[in-house]
């Protein structure tokens, strides 16, 4: 077996039971005023998961977008939301207001904001999945599934892919924090298990689905020591169909620094971890391999169980990079993923000896610079 760790602290990458569903869809009940009229839901293209006896209505899942003319029909009554119930002393945690974490503002994206925040492109979390009700993402993940055995959908049972997806795509509202481009579409693909490893083979289907799927941009803040042809080619696949492909440098500095993968394949952006002082994280990896550097230490971002972590790694420097890539391409659609690998490096921040160098690559990532 070939081992995969998440670059958070150290874990391990095998496939199958999928499922797909988009949480752009609203859970809904609908009353009916007379008959219930199932074919209402289904014409709206919806999907009817209960009939009621005790009421003239259904339960279904429908696209937002339909809801308003649902509901215009005269043999509606009224429409509500499928709302969650919880045993007595169950309830989520209350939420924080929200907070722009210093990573979000150290890459500039909140002077990107007017310009752009990623609407309409679709990141691909290569992760162990992503909390689907947690209150600061829900709203913007519109695909899940599973490569795990054992595990049917793309939800988080470890954490770890729900706090690199906050740092990308934390919804802009009063709760919690924000991400760097908070108006991406995000795809949960579950490819680590519970403990945060997995094999090679769930990272390709990962990867095969995010092609398969239309994604523009790929995040795996994972990592291993040992080469695999048959990952780099699946990467390399990816990134032939226009694919942005970004991968955590590893945390292997103080452990022997030894090449990590997928962050070494050509084909990818590589990120190592910097600090607030704009210092390299002591446990970033280095290497030729490195292209470019992104806040790393102490970020606070969602976290599983509907609360929020502070966490230190490069699996939490990718994601920043990942989110700029997602932005700059919202706002310039014709970019290729090669012009987003080269405006992302051009524009950055230099840091430590002149030029490019094995710690900062090209330097910090700088959005606002990069729409330029
Ligand atoms: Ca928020
Ligand atoms: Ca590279
Ligand atoms: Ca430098």
């Known amino acids: 077996m070939k081992k995969v760790s998440l670059l958070l602290v150290c874990f391990g990458f095998l496939a199958l039971g999928s499922s797909t569903s988009s949480a752009k869809d609203k859970r809904v009940i609908v009353k009916f005023k007379g008959a219930t009229r199932a074919d209402l839901v289904w014409a709206n293209g919806g999907i009817v998961e209960n009939e009621f006896r005790i009421l003239k209505g259904v339960s279904a899942v429908i696209p937002e977008e339909r809801l308003a003319r649902l509901w215009a029909h005269p043999a509606v009554e009224y429409i509500e939301e499928d709302r969650l119930v919880y045993a007595i002393g169950k309830k989520p945690p209350s939420q924080p207001a929200q907070t722009v974490p210093w990573g979000v503002s150290k890459v500039n994206a909140p002077l990107a904001w007017t310009l752009t ?49 906050g740092i990308i795509a934390g919804v802009n509202n009063s709760i919690g924090v924000v991400g760097v481009a908070y108006d991406v579409n995000l795809a949960a693909v579950k490819v680590l298990n519970k403990s945060g490893s997995g094999y090679t083979s769930w990272v ?142 051009s524009t950055a921040t230099d840091l430590g000896s002149a030029g490019w160098d094995a710690y900062f690559g090209w330097g910090l990532v700088n959005l606002y610079a990069a729409l330029q």
Not at 243 to 271: E, F, K, M, R
Not at 304 to 319: N, V
């Open 204 to 345: 390709i289907k990962g990867i095969e689905w995010c092609v398969a799927n239309n994604m523009d941009v790929i995040n795996l803040s994972l990592s291993s020591e040992t080469y695999s042809q048959a990952e780099e080619e699946a990467i390399n696949t990816a990134y032939n169909a226009g694919l942005v492909i970004v991968a955590a440098a590893g945390n292997d500095a103080q452990t022997g620094n030894n090449v990590q993968y997928p962050a070494a394949y050509s084909t990818v952006l590589a990120v190592s971890a910097t600090n607030k002082d704009n210092a390299i994280a002591s446990f970033s990896s280095y290497g030729d391999w490195v292209d470019i550097a992104a806040p790393g230490v102490d970020i606070y971002s969602t976290y599983k169980g509907g609360t929020y972590a502070t966490l230190s790694g490069t699996s939490m420097a990718a994601p920043h990079v990942a989110g700029c890539a997602a932005a700059l391409l919202a706002f310039n659609p014709a970019l290729t993923n090669a012009e987003v690998y080269a405006k992302l490096t």
């Open 117 to 165: 925040t990623g609407y309409n492109v679709n990141v691909c979390v290569v992760d162990t999945g992503i909390e689907l009700t947690h209150p600061d993402l829900k709203d913007n993940i519109a695909w899940n599934v599973s490569f795990v055995t054992g595990a049917k959908t793309g939800n988080d049972d470890n954490g770890h892919g729900t706090h690199v997806a």
